[in-house]
């Protein structure tokens, strides 16, 4: 049964204008949000590098849903809703791990890395443990990317991989591994958080250390076209190289991916601008290749440069309140202290995520008054986060209609 509430807030918005404040704090939207689009489209998990051998694991929560990401004896990554088929305790209580199986702490049901359920005791004669296996949610892997979905049945995903591949396979990412990760929560409801993400209207007052090395092309962004020679040329250097760079959009506008320049002299997101690690990702031969962007709705941007990677995820927690994970990677051979050091490596994107939590939560107690009425968006600046809410409102229109 559709929400009219949400429906109705949908609805209200005016074209080229924010969301109506419902729509960033209203529970019942929120449950709409995840119930729409967070249990039924494919959510970023993360990579395969971090589960590299058999019975590693890591957790996160997908809405209502604890998901367990695992490495197989049969080498196979598999993703399994994180709950006992007992009495549904959470099987793998902690972030990340290494287990030979999968034992639930409560009653010691134990699994196994394949999802069977191997031993449950004291249940009786009658009791067939071929019955009850941990339930799984789909699973797709490009290029170390692990994808969920919750749905029963999930959308297609296909064309979104198709179109990633030729773009992030050159730097070669199932040769890395997380040299950092951050989680930072957000106060402020998830679509703040992205919306925030996909403009630099605020950059030049709000983030100097980014600012050293990146700089928003707003041919990219869809406002200027791509006609900017300086641009063409730039991703002719690079493609010659057999580094895919031209802007790709999806004809739904849920992923976008392309690559653009840095500021002059400066190749790698450091506060001088020079690279962070000594081995680089890519084998193009190029110096300066830029910044590889993309994201893909709801849950995931993404950046990658000659040197490093970094990937961020979004997870929702409440109405106001959002989870954000930043992994800096790496390549797998690269030793800290020896070939990249931390606090250089980190230091630009742990100063602009914090940053933007601050503008995000200024963003959501303003927003709580019930003074607040949207405004209009810059047709130069914000084009990006326009399309974010044309994307948003689309969805839902459509989903809470049929």
């Known amino acids: 049964m559709a929400n009219n509430k949400t429906l109705g807030f949908v609805q209200q918005r005016k074209p080229q204008h924010a969301l109506p404040r419902e729509l960033y704090r209203d529970d019942g939207t929120y449950r709409d949000d995840l119930a729409q689009i967070w249990h039924k489209e494919w959510i970023f998990a993360g990579h395969t590098f971090e589960v590299e051998k058999a019975g590693q694991y890591f957790t996160l929560q997908i809405g209502d849903y604890p998901i367990a990401i695992v490495r197989g004896n049969d080498g196979e990554i598999r993703a ?116 925030n993400n996909r403009e630099c209207y605020h ?58 320049p840095l ?23 190029l110096d300066n290749i830029g910044a590889l962007l993309y994201f893909y709705y709801p849950s995931t941007w993404n950046h990658f440069l000659g040197d490093h990677a970094l990937s961020f995820r979004v997870l929702p927690i409440g109405p106001d309140e959002t989870l954000v994970t930043t992994k800096w990677i790496v390549h797998k051979d690269a030793q800290e202290s020896i070939d990249y050091d931390i606090e250089n490596l980190t230091k630009v994107w742990l100063a602009t995520n914090d940053q933007d939590r601050a503008l995000v939560e200024g963003s959501q107690a303003g927003i709580q008054s019930p003074s607040y009425e949207p405004g209009p968006y810059s047709s130069v600046a914000e084009n990006g986060v326009c399309q974010f809410d044309d994307w948003y409102c689309e969805t839902m229109e459509r989903k809470l209609t049929t």
């Open 263 to 285: 500021t002059e002299r400066a190749v790698s997101y450091t506060m001088d601008g020079k690279p962070a690690v000594a081995k680089r990702l890519d084998k193009s031969g």
């Open 80 to 195: 399994f809703h994180n709950a006992c088929r007992h009495r549904g305790s959470k099987v793998c209580q902690s972030a990340s791990g290494k287990v030979a199986k999968l034992v639930c702490p409560y009653h010691k049901w134990t699994f196994g890395l394949d999802g069977k359920l191997l031993y449950a005791g004291n249940m009786g004669e009658d009791f067939n443990p071929q019955d009850l296996p941990l339930k799984t949610a789909h699973c797709a892997i490009m290029n170390s990317y692990i994808f969920v979905c919750v749905a029963d049945e999930p959308p297609a995903i296909e064309p979104f991989l198709e179109a990633l591949k030729p773009f992030i396979e050159p730097h070669k990412l199932d040769n890395c591994k997380v040299a950092y990760e951050s989680n930072l929560i957000e106060r402020g409801n998830w679509k703040l958080v992205f919306e």
């Open 203 to 260: 950059c030049d007052g709000s983030h100097p250390e980014l600012l050293n090395s990146f700089v928003e092309n707003l041919a990219v962004a869809g406002v200027a076209g791509d006609d900017d020679p300086e641009l063409l040329a730039f991703w002719d250097r690079c493609e010659s190289a057999g580094l895919p760079s031209r802007l790709k959009m999806d004809v739904n506008g849920q992923f976008r991916m392309t690559r653009i």
